[in-house]
């Protein structure tokens, strides 16, 4: 039965909706992919290379093979399709050919009875490797022997660059570059590599479906792409391969390269058992791709009043051994260079290149967060200059809707820069803390290294915007499938499938608000997220998932309903049920070579970010307590204000994190902290309380008005605490994560 | 696994099995076995024996059995007789760690970065080791022989530590990149010991084991000098050598003000 009235339901959007997971999640109770198990399963284990460069002459198999537990030991050799894979680019081989291009690549498989089995296996199979001089430095990658002399990613519609190792260059020439201003300031800035460091570790079972074909449960960003990456490497069709998502623990983009996936398959296959896999901390730590480093050149120009007149920026980004995500990072590095201001002249050139070094890709903020760090730490520097308040310079040059970005793209949608830049600035910065205190909250903290000896409190203040939604010129899509359906009592319910991969940012819990809002209906099921089921979601990131969900939630419910309304009523048995496919507004690539719009667009929408940050830093031991955050945020419309504030603080936190200790340190090209007693996230005590204010600017062509939420506050976090601590320092800061050595300046 | 119930029982299954691997709170083991750097022939599990997880005072000497943890030392009485060690428990690891983690772990595991290590150095602990062929002591200086090397035998359980508080002014202090949950970049524990009319300090994470320096309240003026000059530190994945030394003397600096106060 129906009722075409509107009802009075709850947990619709813009209500507060507390999270399904989340009590699971704290009782320990919630099912990651590392919980996985099935009867009659196999343990598989990766033995992946101890050289950052290295020649394989041969590999022998035969110790292992007699080894106690043992069902399979594969190499390339037993990839049964394509060799090779990757997300945007197939350039890296899905086992190791006769050559090793960074430390912990995949060399062989091992499928044993008992984890443990499989380890002491992969140990006695025999890898000769000569090794090769890794390329290691960035900036003399381009003139060195190339590690893909094939050059995989050029010739896509990117700037022709003839350099060995340059895995996508582009120069963005906007205006006069070669302006002068009053003033100039140039400086040198440097990020080291971050992690996702996401707790649950790389795992998923890969089930055999005794017809060839193969279902794999994993956690991971992005089912469908992940299947069509898999299937060609098994030589299977893409419905032979059905990825279901499975518990995730995190992602960050650290999860959108494939881990497990083709390996577990193939291990599956081959014994035709079931297979799962889990990475241990430090495989995981090998086995993703990390944040790009970067080495950064800036020179702002501006005028007596402020006004910038021309920013010029070189990039370089160390991509690591394979493409991966690379060619998108080093453009959106390039497009969000300036930081969001209006410039009329610009001449950025972002350059990402080959190396032994680990495998960068995506994460959180992609490419915004290592330029955002640059430039504000010269907005500052300009302020400081000139005199000028730091938040009024930014305001004086604050992109709104109308200007023109260094791409020649004009702004029309939402671009609420000033209104965060106000907003931020008026909330109430907390009083210091009176002396004594506990020394837990003093720089130092459980250390007890002072009673306040040698603490200096600073307040830095930045900015930051990016993309959201993927950009130029990829055809972006969600599909939503709706079933209504009469329930056990006879009233209506609804199913919604949506592929959308839930990495804990909450997107399930927003379709659910989509349909119940659209559906006027508190009857809203989720089916498991799966590519057996339902058209792609596309992935979850470049802060789309819950814009892109949410349109593609919103038209199959909308549709739904009105063929509902057609039929009048449902019988008993009777079912509507389509399924809707979302598009957000076309864009197009940027000119190869003046890095300028083709179309009018070449990103969908931007967000940005205000933060001021409190620290007080011990500049005798260079230690620091970050004391306050509070963060003006643009988010075109709360769906789930809980949620959004959740997104924040998550978001500030991983930002701190970089500017204060997360680094992956190497050294050759070996990564020697893949631990989390050495790669340090920041606890409780490194990560104060956030005062978020939601400023909410409807995105026009948004569904509700939304913008994504995820990546702003990373973005602009990082510069937001090391301006803070510059501040607290009078130290120049240009690299982080700031060490204490640079503080107390040896 | 082997679980026995008392010190006794214990002292025989390690002179029966001396490559069993003791476990107290697990919290460095657990860590070996899971990173499969380890794979004892058996483990022997402590934490069924009574007479290693109580502490006590009899006639001036604090005896702390192997399996006192952390949380003991911090909330108990022990607290007050052992400040830099309380100080020291309270910068160990999280409450979990804190909860399960033991003095005779520290001991066992004898890294130069122990914490509880430099506080029972400074008040002049001993260590009781048993067997089955009876009970000896040694002070803690001697039983840490090189990083992750104590003078345990084969046979032997570390049973004890045994220190005559002082009562002087004491302090710990420890450096790490974030405020909580860190292995020492450097630490230093230091005390004022007027009766005595020195100066002892110890430090961690700057040596193969923890140093010790001590000189005359006299020459308060350049101890934090002597402590910085006595450390030999190495760059590593946690920090460089310069700023352990850096570190280091401003530590003595600031813990001579706290102590001389
Ligand atoms: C997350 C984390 C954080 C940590 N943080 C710190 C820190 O901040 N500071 C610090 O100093 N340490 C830290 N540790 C290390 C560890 O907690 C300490 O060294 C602790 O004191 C070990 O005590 P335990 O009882 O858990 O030792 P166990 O792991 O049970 O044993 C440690 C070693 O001692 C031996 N052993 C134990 N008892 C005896 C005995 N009675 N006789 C002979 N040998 C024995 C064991 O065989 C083993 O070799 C941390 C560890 C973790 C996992």
Same mark, same amino acid.
């Given at each position: 039965m129906t009722s075409a009235a509107p009802r009075l339901v709850s947990g619709r959007i813009g209500d507060v909706v507390a999270r399904a997971d989340g009590g699971p999640k704290v009782k320990g109770e919630f099912a990651y992919a590392s919980d996985l198990s099935a009867a009659g399963m196999l343990w598989g284990h990766t033995l992946r290379s101890p050289f950052a460069h290295a020649r394989i002459r041969s590999i022998d198999l035969t110790a292992a093979l007699t080894m106690p537990g043992i069902h399979a030991v594969l190499t390339h050799g037993d990839v049964p399709g394509q060799k090779c894979y990757g997300l945007e680019f197939a350039d890296q081989p899905v086992l190791a050919i006769d050559r090793v291009r960074y430390f912990g690549e995949a060399v062989a498989l091992v499928a044993a009875?008992?984890?443990?089995?499989?380890?002491?296996a992969a140990e006695r199979i025999v890898v000769d490797y000569e090794p090769l001089e890794p390329v290691v430095d960035a900036e003399r990658a381009v003139e060195q022997d190339p590690l893909h002399p094939d050059a995989p990613t050029m010739g896509h519609g990117y700037r022709r660059d003839p350099r060995p190792n340059v895995v996508r260059s582009i120069v963005i020439r906007h205006g006069d570059?070669?302006?002068? +201003?009053d003033v100039a300031i140039s400086g040198v800035y440097d990020v080291g590599i971050q992690d996702q460091a996401f707790l649950g570790p790389e795992s998923g079972l890969a089930v055999p479906d005794g017809e060839g074909g193969i279902d794999v449960y994993v956690a991971t960003q992005w089912l469908h792409v992940d299947r069509d990456q898999v299937a060609p490497c098994l030589d299977?069709?893409?419905e032979q391969v059905r990825i279901h998502l499975a518990g995730v623990g995190g992602a960050f983009g650290g999860r959108e390269d494939l881990s497990i996936q083709i390996h577990g398959a193939m291990l599956a296959l081959h014994t035709g058992r079931p297979v799962k896999m889990v990475y241990s901390r430090e495989e995981s730590f090998v086995g993703h791709v990390h944040r790009h480093p970067a080495r950064i050149w800036a020179e702002h120009r501006a005028n007596r009043d402020g006004k910038l007149v021309c920013v010029r920026m070189r990039i370089l980004l160390d991509? +690591?051994?394979y493409a991966s995500s690379s060619t998108a990072v080093t453009s959106n590095a390039a497009s969000f260079a300036c930081g969001p201001y209006a410039v009329e002249n610009a001449l950025i050139e972002s350059t990402c290149v080959y190396t032994n070094n680990p495998p960068c890709g995506a994460m959180r903020g992609f490419?915004?967060?290592?330029?955002?760090?640059?430039a504000e730490a010269q907005m500052d520097r300009l302020a400081a200059e000139l005199a000028l308040d730091p938040v009024e310079l930014r305001l004086r040059n604050a992109l709104a809707p109308g200007d023109v970005l260094p791409t020649g793209q004009r702004v029309t949608g939402s671009m609420p820069v000033a209104e965060v830049i106000r907003r931020c600035a008026a909330l109430p910065v907390p009083e210091p803390e009176a002396l004594p205190r506990d020394p837990i909250r003093l720089p130092g903290g459980a250390g007890n290294v002072t009673r306040g000896q040698g603490v200096s409190r600073g307040v830095g203040f930045a900015v930051g915007f990016k993309n959201i939604c993927y950009s130029e010129g990829f055809d972006d899509f969600t599909a939503a499938r709706v079933r209504l359906f009469l329930d056990a009592r006879g009233e209506l319910a609804a199913e919604v499938h949506c592929a959308a991969a839930e990495v804990g940012q909450g997107v399930t819990g927003v379709i659910a608000q989509v349909a119940r809002t659209e559906l006027e209906l508190d009857e809203v099921t989720l089916a498991p997220h799966t590519t057996a089921t339902v058209g792609s979601a596309g992935s979850a990131s470049a802060s789309r998932m819950t814009w892109m969900a949410a349109g593609a939630v919103q038209l199959a419910c909308r549709a739904a309903k009105a063929e509902l309304e057609r039929r009048g009523e449902l019988g008993a048995g009777d079912e509507i049920d389509l399924e809707r496919v979302y598009r957000h507004e076309r864009t197009t690539p940027l000119d190869p070579e003046t890095g300028q719009i083709t179309g009018e667009r070449a990103h969908v929408a931007f967000a940005c970010a205000a933060m001021r940050v409190v620290v007080e830093t011990d500049v005798e031991l260079g230690l620091t307590r970050v004391v306050w955050i509070g963060t003006a945020q643009d988010v075109g419309k709360a769906l789930n204000p809980q949620a959004v504030t959740g997104q924040i603080e998550g978001g500030t936190a991983q930002g701190l994190g970089l500017a204060l200790m997360e680094e992956i340190r190497t050294s050759d090209g070996l990564i020697t902290n893949a631990s989390f007693t050495d790669y340090l996230l920041p606890t409780a005590l490194d990560m104060p309380p956030v005062v978020s204010d939601l400023v909410e600017d409807p995105e026009p062509g948004a569904p509700y008005g939304l913008k994504g939420v995820g990546e702003p506050p990373t973005v602009v976090s990082t510069a937001a605490v090391v301006s803070a601590l510059r501040a607290a320092t009078g130290r120049a800061l240009t690299r982080v994560p700031v060490r204490p050595d640079d503080i107390v300046g040896l | 696994m082997l679980t026995p119930r008392s010190l006794d029982e214990a002292l025989a299954l390690k002179a029966e099995h001396p490559g069993a691997l003791p476990v107290e709170g697990g919290t460095d083991v657990l860590v070996e076995l899971n990173f499969d750097r380890r794979r004892p022939d058996a483990i022997l599990n402590l934490n069924e024996v009574p007479e290693l997880k109580v502490w006590a005072r009899e006639e001036g000497i604090l005896r702390l059995g192997a399996g006192v943890t952390y949380t003991e030392i911090l909330h108990g009485p022990v607290a007050a007789l052992q400040p830099a060690l309380a100080e020291a428990s309270r910068t160990v690891g999280s409450p979990q760690i804190?909860?399960?983690?033991?003095?005779g772990g520290n001991l066992g595991t004898a890294s130069p970065a122990g914490d509880a290590l430099p506080p029972l150095l400074v008040e002049g602990a001993e260590v009781e080791l048993a067997s089955v062929r009876g009970v000896r002591t040694m002070p803690l200086r001697e039983f840490l022989v090189g990083?992750?090397?104590?003078?345990?035998?084969?046979?032997?359980?570390?049973?004890?530590?045994?220190?005559?508080?002082?009562?002087a002014p004491q302090t710990f202090m420890k450096v790490g990149p974030r405020n909580a949950m860190v292995i020492a970049v450097v630490s230093l524990a230091l005390s004022a010991d007027r009766e005595r009319g020195e100066l002892r300090a110890s430090f961690g994470s700057a040596g193969?084991?923890?140093?010790?320096?001590?000189?005359?309240?006299?020459?308060?003026?350049?101890?934090a000098e002597q402590v910085a000059e006595a450390a030999t530190p190495i760059d590593d994945v946690r920090g460089t050598a310069a700023y352990r030394r850096h570190a280091l003397r401003v530590l003595a600096g600031r813990a001579l003000e706290r102590c001389l106060a």
């Open positions: 009875e008992h984890p443990e089995q499989a380890r002491r570059p070669n302006v002068e +201003g299977l069709r893409p991509g +690591g051994a490419g915004a967060v290592q330029t955002c760090f640059a | 804190r909860n399960r983690g033991t003095l990083p992750k090397r104590n003078a345990l035998e084969p046979d032997e359980l570390i049973s004890a530590v045994l220190v005559r508080p002082s009562g193969p084991v923890p140093g010790f320096v001590t000189a005359p309240i006299a020459e308060r003026e350049s101890f």
